[in-house]
């Protein structure tokens, strides 16, 4: 056997291992590990030991993650999907499922309703005299009320200056949503912590019983478990159930959630350890860049063990500057470079920190905004639905965006308009809003053409919208710009898929764009440190980049292009460096080669 080979069978033979170990265990697994197959076929093998009425749990922490697990699980599964009485889900949504929604919250009869993000409840500052614009509740803080850290920096002065302000009525109007019984994740993560803490002897009675039901519960993506989710699993362990618990803490993303918990390590000091080792995702260029992400002691690459191990491509290293023009040419780099490589866009993801970067380098304007009105949300909505690049995640949530315009438009409760607790508790309105959304979308064009002019669709967007609610709307603009999404040229230049790194994660595509962006904190620096254990930026740019199996892309402000080539060549992976384009019409010329390091 050739030392791939030899590499390859240990891989699959560590695999197996985990497919075949009894009883409870902790597993650490390298990004390509083939991790989500390998739990998909133990769940398959423990699914056909298992009495009538028993199943199993397993949880993650992003809806992607779970997704691919169920598509896995479909393709690989002879039998039904794992329904009851199995649960396969986020750890959030296993809490609410057998503790916040059954038992409620205190001091409310309702039945609760509870919403990963407010949509469209936007929060005055409430003083007279100030000039400053309302900020969107899911900015706040779903318990406290406070303005998330992050978004200190992008209010305006006016805003900075009533910023108390704006918190006190985020809090009123939290407060006023949790007495309708209507909470976000994390208010509703709160009460189930403290309905578990404060009754020992109910907590026992619930966490035996879950531990009766379920043989087995896995938790996959586990580095994301901050100090709450430890409690959890602390508190069904010691009720009986039996635990698999799976990360890779170079994946921690998820510190604005308190997700880097101070007694994740000693808990799972207590289960006995796997290991799960060899890449069958990466080719070992990326392995190697991949590694110079990771902290020097544990710097050594992986081993690529997979098909795609020898592909040749080198890391691209792309210049961009702050301009929509130059970003749009990143993504047209990045076209050009599929094509050379004989890669489909539809295996490719455009992927940055935040959305809006993402949808710009791959030159796509960006989602509608909530907070916009009604028409331009319905042009913007209409655009997005018909996108090429849209994934159905994205498709679903502009869907569920049209329903909350529709629901406006008929005079619904702002509250019930953002939390959809209509159609949450009864299925026939959630039908019929639905069917109503995707008539609407799918009826509107998605772009002006020789006979469909600005003023003819908004013709078609009333009669529609009169025909499928009885609801006449004006909608007299004195503007056109609400019409951009539309237009020709303010559509995808690239067509090219894109998203936001923390939607990916758990993904793997043919070739990834992966996009610094310059405004945040100082990765690179952090790159050239090694500071993965204490810089989540650098983990979140190594989540991007190893998302890749073929192909990876480097768009990088350039003013720090320089300094990452130097990363890459000091540990001799495989990269070209490419000069910015002076002007957007020069995209031919920013193929021309300024370095090429090729060890």
């Keep these: ?355 809006k970067l993402a949808a710009r380098i791959s030159g796509n304007l960006p989602q509608a905004n909530v907070k916009s009105d009604g028409l331009r949300r319905l042009a913007g909505a209409v655009a997005d639905y018909h996108r090429p690049a849209t994934s159905p995640r994205e498709r679903s949530h502009t869907i569920r965006s049209t329903v909350r315009l529709l629901m406006e438009m008929e005079g619904h409760d702002e509250d019930e308009v953002s939390t959809l607790r209509s159609m949450t508790e009864n299925q026939e309105p959630m039908r019929e809003y639905h069917r109503k959304a995707v008539m609407l979308l799918e009826h509107l064009p998605p772009r002006f053409t020789g006979t469909i002019t600005i003023d003819t669709w908004l013709t078609m967007a009333r009669a529609e919208i009169l025909r499928l609610t009885g609801t006449k709307v004006a909608w007299k603009p004195r503007k056109t710009d609400w019409a951009n999404p539309l237009t020709t040229s303010s559509g995808s230049v690239s067509n090219l898929p894109y998203a936001t790194i923390h939607e990916a994660k758990g993904r793997a595509y043919d070739a990834v764009c992966v996009v610094i962006d310059g405004s945040s904190e100082n990765v690179i620096e952090h790159w050239t440190q090694r500071a993965s254990a204490t810089s989540e930026a650098l983990r979140v740019l190594y989540v991007g980049l190893t998302r890749a199996r073929k192909l990876a892309v480097l768009a990088i402000p350039e003013n720090q292009v320089e300094l990452a080539a130097e990363v890459l060549k000091a540990s001799s992976v495989p990269h070209q460096l490419w000069t910015a384009p002076r002007k957007a019409a020069a995209n031919k010329r920013s193929s021309k080669r300024l370095e090429e390091t090729t060890p």
């Design 1 to 355: 056997m050739t030392d791939d080979e030899i590499a390859r069978s240990e891989a699959e033979a560590r695999q197996q291992a985990v497919i075949e170990h009894k009883g409870e265990c902790y597993v650490v697994a390298c990004p390509g590990a083939g991790k989500t197959l390998t739990l998909v076929r133990r769940a398959i093998a423990i699914s056909a030991t298992l009495e009538t009425r028993q199943g199993i749990a397993i949880l993650s922490f992003t809806n992607s993650a779970v997704d691919e697990f169920k598509e896995k699980h479909g393709s690989e599964a002879n039998t039904s999907p794992l329904g009851f009485p199995h649960f396969v889900g986020t750890f959030d949504a296993f809490l609410n499922h057998f503790i916040v929604m059954p038992f409620g919250i205190p001091g409310c009869a309702d039945r609760p309703t509870i919403v990963d993000r407010w949509e469209g409840i936007m929060i005055p500052h409430g003083q007279s005299g100030v000039a400053a614009p309302p900020i969107p509740l899911h900015h706040f803080d779903g318990e406290t009320g406070l303005l998330a850290a992050n978004r200190h920096s992008s209010l305006a002065p006016a805003q900075a200056a009533v910023r108390s302000h704006y918190e006190a009525a985020a809090k009123r109007r939290l407060d006023r949503l949790y007495r309708k019984a209507m909470l976000a994740a994390t208010a509703a993560r709160k009460a189930a912590i403290e309905f578990l803490k404060e009754n020992p002897a109910r907590a026992k009675a619930l966490g035996e019983a879950i531990a009766a039901r379920f043989v087995e519960i896995i938790v996959d993506e586990a580095q994301d478990c901050n100090d709450d989710d430890v409690f959890v699993l602390e508190w069904l362990r010691t009720h009986g159930a039996r635990l698999v618990v799976v990360c890779d803490p170079d994946q921690a993303i998820y510190g604005f959630r308190n997700g880097s918990s101070a007694n994740f390590a000693s808990f799972v000091g207590k289960l006995p350890s796997l290991v799960m080792n060899g890449n069958f995702r990466s080719s070992k260029t990326i392995c190697a860049a991949a590694a110079t992400m990771r902290a020097a002691s544990r710097g050594t690459p992986d081993l690529a063990v997979g098909i795609d191990r020898d592909f040749s491509a080198v890391i691209h290293v792309v210049p961009y500057k702050d301009s929509p023009a130059s970003k749009a040419t990143v993504g047209a780099k990045f076209s050009e470079l599929l094509d050379t490589s004989k890669l489909i866009k539809e295996n490719s993801m455009v992927l940055a920190h935040k959305r």
